[in-house]
């Protein structure tokens, strides 16, 4: 069962911005570190960046340093993803889930970045 719903999604000219947003049906998320992840045509699902359960950040891919970051809100069992300058090789299909141990994958919400 699937307890992740992502959206924000959507499409972004190059150099644009993005917010994605996760929501947790569950309260028990608030005490996992939560990471984003993505997945492009014809590629494998990537970590993207990943957050501790105090916010605190665990992981950013090298191709999004700088340009994404991650946070939650506990209160509001949401994890988002605020992503600027976006660039054509970020268009992919984007997941919330588990850092470590992801469990079921929700549907995903689709970034797609022209040039």
């Known amino acids: 069962q699937v307890h992740l719903v992502e959206s924000g999604g959507g499409l972004a000219q190059a150099g644009g911005s993005l917010t994605l947003s996760c929501v947790a049906s569950?309260?028990?998320?608030?005490?996992?570190?939560m990471g984003w992840y993505r997945q492009a045509p014809g590629k494998q699902r990537e970590l993207v960046a990943a957050?501790?359960?105090?916010?605190?950040?665990?992981y950013y891919l090298d191709s999004v340093m700088g340009r994404f970051a991650i946070s939650r809100d506990n209160a509001k069992n949401t994890v988002y993803l605020q992503m600027n300058r976006l660039k054509p090789e970020d268009t992919a299909v984007y997941y919330c889930?588990?850092?470590?141990?992801?469990?079921?994958w929700g549907k995903g919400t689709l970034v797609t970045v022209s040039s």
């Open positions: 889930n588990k850092y470590v141990n992801p469990g079921d």
């Open positions: 569950r309260s028990t998320y608030r005490i996992m570190a």
């Open positions: 957050v501790r359960p105090d916010g605190g950040i665990i």
